[in-house]
């Protein structure tokens, strides 16, 4: 039976795609992504050819020594340990750092010795002192007293007046001023029991102190502070009645009037 041949189908006769079927590719259609492909491994596959063609070269240049050690021919034939045998290096070859220190590790000038503590300098002492060391005695009060005429008042009171009381010299009543006393027959500083327990000091001797008072001559008529003894300056200690010292410095006189400052020891 023969076979007929068909006919060539001119392209107006040719199978077209079927409405929802994909067209038949051609050869030449997806040349794009392929030259992309090819273009992106050629320059991956000439770096690696390079890379490995560099240390090819390396290793021309600069062999490496062999570890492997061989025994010679004389030590086999006497039964002797063979003796490792390296090969030579290349001349005028630098051996390659090793990171590990060489030579004696004392003689690293980075390394420095550990300092020493210095040693602690205590402040020398403070001198004795030479001279007579002068003791403060403690102050039980002081202040300004306006001493009013014939009126009596108490050093040993802490009230702001100095508790007054007039016409009054009673046993606690330490000091008092009076324009015109009769037994001294002048303006005086009457003290209790007077003249027993005040005195007028030296003019000399200022500034007074507490032994000043210590010392003083009470219940001397010499003494006794009356008169031109109660000008502006002039100082006057009192006994109190609870036995306290007290200094008394006139600061300001006038008729029926005398104001003094006044200091307390305890």
């Not at 403690?138 to 007046?161: E, N, Q």
């Not at 010499?222 to 502006?232: E, F, K, N, Q, T």
């Not at 200094?247 to 006044?262: E, I």
Request: net charge positive.
């Amino acid at each position: 039976m023969r076979l007929r041949r068909s006919a060539r189908r001119t392209p107006s006769q040719r199978r077209r795609p079927r409405p929802g079927e994909p067209a038949r590719k051609r050869w030449w259609q997806g040349l794009g992504l392929k030259t992309a492909l090819i273009g992106a491994l050629v320059p991956l596959l000439v770096t690696a050819a390079w890379a490995r063609g560099l240390v090819l070269v390396q290793d021309l240049i600069d062999p490496r020594p062999s570890a492997s050690t061989s025994p010679t021919p004389s030590a086999a034939a006497g039964g002797l340990s063979p003796e490792p045998s390296t090969s030579p290096s290349p001349p005028n070859q630098e051996p390659k750092p090793t990171g590990e220190p060489t030579g004696d590790p004392t003689d690293d000038p980075t390394e420095e010795p550990d300092p020493k503590p210095s040693p602690t300098v205590k402040p020398p002492p403070p001198p004795s002192p030479t001279g007579p060391v002068i003791v403060t005695d403690p102050v039980r009060r002081s202040g300004t007293l306006v001493m009013a005429d014939y009126t009596a008042y108490d050093l040993d009171s802490k009230a702001a007046d100095w508790n007054p009381t007039k016409d009054d010299w009673g046993p606690n009543r330490d000091v008092g001023y009076a324009s015109w006393w009769p037994d001294a027959s002048n303006d005086a500083v009457v003290s209790r029991e007077d003249p027993r327990y005040a005195a007028s000091l030296p003019r000399d001797s200022d500034p007074w102190r507490r032994a000043d008072c210590v010392r003083a001559r009470y219940g001397e008529p010499s003494a006794r502070p009356i008169g031109d003894r109660l000008l502006v300056g002039r100082g006057i200690c009192v006994v109190t009645s609870d036995g306290r010292y007290a200094l008394l410095v006139v600061t300001r006189s006038v008729n029926h009037q005398l104001t003094v400052r006044v200091t307390v020891w305890e």
